[in-house]
């Protein structure tokens, strides 16, 4: 038996600044129809900056989860904006940073039950400062740390380190060191 939803009908619930909401109606393989809520967005990219065997970490409050993180650099992709773009101007912004070497990671849907966002990481090497640093977004008050691999670990158990992107990140470089023979 096919398993594919046919869609039949969608509806905009809302058309934000950063996301839309739908509704899309759909057949499902027994012939009945059902609602799907999805969530849509541009996507988004990451930053896993490395520079003598540290890593840039964000330290920011994120009141969705009412509690203060440490995050990779990361940010939404403008519309049509390749995620490499993105993950630089990001470096820029939140690091004052550029990088001459870019090398991508991942790409992987966020949370595919409701959402399409999906978010492409890349690790950044051979990094230099920027005279001129792009400032941050309105709203945006974050500071940065370097962290070693076992630093990183640790703020991941205490539950600072708590999103899929910088969860993501952190495996992909503990591999990479282990690769290296540094892990």
């Not at 630089?88 to 991508?104: I, S, V």
């Not at 495996?171 to 990479?176: D, E, I, R």
Request: proline share 3%; aromatic share 6%; charged share 25%.
């Amino acid at each position: 038996m096919d398993k594919r939803e046919v869609l039949k009908d969608t509806e905009t619930l809302y058309n934000g600044k950063i996301l839309t909401l739908k509704r899309l109606t759909v057949q499902l393989p027994d012939g009945t129809e059902a609602a799907r809520e999805v969530v849509h967005t541009n996507g988004s990219a990451g930053v896993l900056a490395v520079q003598q065997h540290r890593a840039l970490f964000v330290q920011q409050w994120r009141s969705t989860i009412d509690q203060m993180t440490l995050e990779i650099p990361a940010g939404k992709c403008e519309v049509a904006e390749a995620p490499l773009v993105t993950a630089q101007r990001e470096l820029n912004e939140e690091a004052g940073l550029a990088a001459d070497h870019w090398q991508p990671l991942t790409t992987f849907y966020q949370s595919i039950g409701f959402s399409d966002a999906k978010i492409s990481v890349f690790m950044a090497t051979e990094l230099r400062s920027l005279a001129t640093k792009r400032p941050l977004d309105q709203g945006e008050f974050l500071d940065a740390h370097w962290l070693t691999l076992q630093e990183a670990q640790a703020a991941q158990q205490q539950g600072l380190i708590c999103d899929s992107k910088t969860v993501m990140a952190l495996s992909l470089w503990q591999m990479a060191e282990e690769k290296d023979g540094r892990g």
